[in-house]
Every structure is written in C-alpha cells, then in structure tokens.
C-alpha cells in the first residue's frame, strides 16, 4: 500500500462525508437563521424557539436525504471493500 492510495482513499472519504453531512448542516444553518431574524424583529429570547425548528429541519432532511446517504455510503464501502485485495498484496 503506497502513500498515494492511502492519500486518495483518505481523500475520498473526506468528500463522502461531506457529501453526506452537507444537506443536514446546511438544513439546520438556514433554519437557525432564519429563526434568528424572527427572534431579532420581534425580540423574543425563548431558546426553545430555536432548538425545536432546527431539531425538526435535521430529522425532516434526514429523512428526504436518508436514502441517497444510505445508498452513497453502501456504494463506497462495498468498492473499498471488492479493491481490498489490491490494496494489500
């Protein structure tokens, strides 16, 4: 196992969780500014009011992204795991 397949499978894992990190994160990021500005035009500082929306984006993403995430993560592991082999010997 060279220093190139090591660095282009780490490289590869990187950008799968990115990938698959990405829709969630970025679910939660534009609910929380978006309740953000709701609480700073009407100046309510209840902090149950910006846990729960986010709470709910991430499960609703999770749950319209949760296939493909699934999908993208079985396809990766099952190639890393068919060039195995090759890596090794």
Do not use: C, D
Request: proline letters at 4%; zero cysteines; a negative charge.
């Amino acid at each position: 196992m060279t220093i190139e397949t090591i660095v282009g499978i780490s490289r590869q894992t990187v950008e799968l969780v990115l990938a698959l990190a990405g829709p969630v994160l970025l679910a939660g990021l534009v609910v929380g500014i978006a309740v953000a500005l709701f609480q700073a035009a009407t100046q309510i500082n209840e902090m149950t009011l910006t846990l729960i929306p986010k709470m709910l984006a991430v499960v609703i993403s999770l749950a319209l992204f949760g296939p493909w995430m699934l999908q993208k993560l079985v396809s990766f592991t099952t190639v890393l795991i068919q060039e195995l082999p090759s890596y090794v010997g």
